[in-house]
């Protein structure tokens, strides 16, 4: 497979990477620094730990190289820590603020604590009946509608969909974005309705991923400093997905509406309009020319009861040597969730598929998941979360690298106990 072999090389250089890592840790050190009197009377904070009780029969992860589907493999049952995340959000005058959110994910990254969001928030006044806000740095584009909770989390399950575990492993907006909304609810009307754009770059590495391991459902997000895959382990070498490597900046835009705050649909163009010949010689890797659509919808109900679905349909490809290799690509779910005062139920199905058109079949893969879980918060610091995820997939990959069997079915069962302190919590 072509993709692969180019970004799994080692790099002839691990210096100049080495350096060129810590050169941007640096710069972000000093912009904290720089800004650590205005942090220091921050009031909006949030630190929290989420510690698991782990019990996995999966092939091994892509933290581990590996070509499961899984967050965990047969080898990491156990105890384990899930996530540890500080955030602040500081006001700046009236209309500004400051957003800081980074974690450690209790694995061998590059940084054993990163950044999964940075950016600053303009957010004047509404005027006449519009709202208009601007970010600028680095955060998620606004495409799922599981993930609503703080830290880009979900409230429902402790493993997102298999569409929400890839945007949060190869996507994050490094750039620009502009909301503008009317707030039709504000007039008598029973709808509200925004447009969004945004143009990035750093992000020629987006698909990947999905064209090597294919989808997964997991919760760990790539950090902007971070990369995809674990050092040394084949197939599936460390890869650099936050990456500038055709100077080409890619867009995005979409169209939400909101009905009583009960019924939300949204829609989602997105193109990180790359090179697919063009070639980072310092980490051996191509520009992929990732481009989808997305939609969705959430509604909730009086009585407690969400229902929720949502769908993506793209393509990712290369060009090494003036091949034309591409991988069509498309997932869904729908989800059922239930609120009962401080205990939450959820089921949801996943479905997904990679289509290769290398004469091998090098990176194809089709399957689907259930997701069944309970959560209980007590009060606004704790919460606790036993989840059951199965995962029944056929990657091409695994029979073509790892000289296994293409099929896999894949069981997680994970419990889960989060706590958090500061006032965002609260």
């Known amino acids: ?144 509608l599981e993930n609503r909770a703080a830290g880009w989390e979900s409230p429902y399950t402790l493993s997102y969909s298999a569409i929400n575990t890839w945007l949060g492993e190869e996507l994050r907006t490094i750039g620009v974005e502009g909301q503008l909304d009317w707030l039709g609810t504000r007039a008598g009307q029973q709808w509200d309705v925004g447009l969004t754009g945004g143009v990035f770059g750093w992000n020629d590495g987006a698909g990947t991923v999905v064209a090597t391991r294919g989808f997964a459902l997991d919760d760990r997000q790539t950090t902007l400093f971070g990369r995809v895959g674990a050092t040394g382990a084949a197939p599936l070498a460390p890869i650099d997905v936050f990456r500038e490597i055709d100077d080409r900046p890619g867009y995005y835009g979409g169209l939400e509406a909101k009905y009583l705050d009960r019924l939300v649909v949204r829609f989602m163009h997105y193109d990180n309009r790359a090179d697919p010949e063009a070639f980072d010689s310092i980490v051996r890797q191509f520009a992929w020319d990732t481009h989808f659509n997305a939609a969705g919808a959430r509604a909730e109900m009086a009585n407690g009861w969400t229902a929720l679905a949502q769908w993506l349909d793209g393509e990712t490809s290369i060009e090494p040597g003036g091949q034309y290799d591409y991988w069509p ?44 879980a309970y959560v209980y918060e007590p009060d606004s610091h704790w919460r606790l979360t036993l989840e059951w995820l199965r995962v029944d997939s056929n990657t091409t990959n695994r029979m073509l690298e790892l000289h296994e069997a293409m099929f896999a079915r894949e069981t997680q069962v994970q419990l889960a106990a989060r706590y958090a302190l500061g006032p965002l919590s609260n």
């Not at 959110?101 to 005027?127: C, H, I, K």
């Not at 779910?333 to 004469?359: I, W």
Request: aromatic share 10%; net charge positive; hydrophobic share 40%.
């Open 1 to 144: 497979m072509h993709a692969r072999r180019e970004h799994a090389t080692a790099s002839p250089d691990v210096r100049v990477r080495s350096f060129t890592a810590h050169w941007r840790l640096g710069i972000l050190c000093a912009a904290l620094v720089a800004l650590s009197p205005l942090i220091a009377q921050a009031t909006d904070w949030e630190l929290d730990l989420d510690a698991r009780l782990v019990s996995s029969d999966g092939r091994a992860s892509f933290t581990q190289g590996g070509l499961g589907t899984l967050r965990y493999g047969d080898r990491q049952s156990g105890p384990r820590l899930g996530r540890a995340r500080f955030a602040i959000s500081q006001a700046l005058g009236e209309v500004w603020a400051l957003h800081l959110d980074a974690s450690n994910w209790g694995d061998r990254d590059r940084n054993p604590v990163d950044l999964t969001e940075a950016y600053l928030l303009f957010r004047p006044y509404p005027v006449a009946g519009y709202r208009f806000r601007l970010k600028a740095g680095a955060f998620h584009a606004p495409i799922s």
């Open 329 to 372: 690509f498309n997932a869904k779910f729908a989800m059922l969730s239930r609120q009962l005062g401080k205990h939450r139920l959820s089921l949801r199905y996943d479905t997904f598929r990679v289509q290769s058109e290398l004469p091998n079949g090098a990176g194809a893969q089709n399957g689907h998941a259930w997701t069944a």
